[in-house]
Nanobody
Framework: VQLQAFGGGLVEVGGSLRLSCAAS????????MSWSRQAPGKEREFVTA????????YYADSVKGRFTISRDNAKNTVYLQMNSLKPEDTAIYYC?????????????????WGQGTLVTVSS
């Protein structure tokens, strides 16, 4: 599966942004999808994941209550709605996919990655 993330940009503190990740392939609905991010000078970190069934949702503590992951299997797209953005949310955001059902908050579990989209939160 090939992934392409888009929707990043510059937003003010407290603002909102929605990222999208479009996937190719007819088996998109079988994959668990995730978002991770990498801030300047830091390691990439897990943000959120959503299983193929939609019944399993995982969030990093730093984004709980502010970010929401969703998917539209008919459009082969996963979304990340980001609200109440903070300067520390500034990062390149990546979407990823896996067929695994374990270790979904671990980045090495994911086999397919998009190219990333930059989110900058200005204070």
């Amino acid at each position: 599966v090939q992934l392409q993330a888009f929707g990043g940009g510059l937003v003010e503190v407290g603002g909102s942004l929605r990222l999208s990740c479009a996937a190719s392939g007819r088996t998109f609905s079988s994959y668990t999808m995730s978002w991770s991010r990498q801030a300047p000078g830091k390691e990439r970190e897990f943000v959120t994941a959503l299983t193929w069934s939609g019944r399993g949702i995982y969030y990093a503590d730093s984004v709980k209550g502010r970010f929401t992951i969703s998917r539209d299997n008919a459009k082969n797209t996963v979304y990340l709605q980001m609200n109440s953005l903070k300067p520390e949310d500034t990062a390149i955001y990546y979407c990823a996919a896996t067929l695994s059902s374990r270790g979904l908050t671990t980045l090495s579990t994911y086999d397919y990655w998009g190219q990333g989209t930059l989110v900058t939160v200005s204070s």
